[in-house]
């Protein structure tokens, strides 16, 4: 893959986070992709699909600031800051680093290292 197409469904899986589009978000990885999130494992579109649905369920006012895309080849480092509020209103934040590797124009594996312990340089809402 190129380094433009990479950078272009990095930023439709962004999207698909912000706005809770389980279909979008599924249809970025390959039939048998794996997204491995903070201790969970999903393999599959389904599975993947369910994982943002069930996020979304409970979640509002998604917002993601991508800091920095480093891509070697077809694999991927994204930076991006993390920002919502559940139902009960309370606010989570975390900065995450992802690891994305891609094949055919899909994503084989997304793993996310996530920080929500130290204080962002960005400012609050």
Do not use: C
């Amino acid at each position: 893959m190129n380094p433009a197409d990479i950078q272009r469904m990095i930023q439709n899986a962004r999207n698909a986070w912000m706005t809770g589009d389980a279909e979008a978000w599924a249809a970025l990885f390959s039939t048998d992709g794996e997204m491995i999130v903070h201790g969970n494992r999903w393999v599959g579109q389904d599975a993947i699909r369910r994982a943002l649905t069930d996020f979304a369920a409970g979640s509002a006012s998604v917002k993601i600031d991508i800091r920095r895309i480093m891509i070697d080849g077809n694999q991927a480092v994204v930076e991006w800051y993390w920002q919502d509020r559940d139902k009960a209103g309370r606010r989570n934040q975390a900065d995450d680093a992802i690891v994305i590797d891609f094949k055919a124009n899909r994503i084989i594996r997304w793993r996310e290292y996530i920080d929500n312990k130290t204080p962002s340089l960005l400012p609050s809402e």
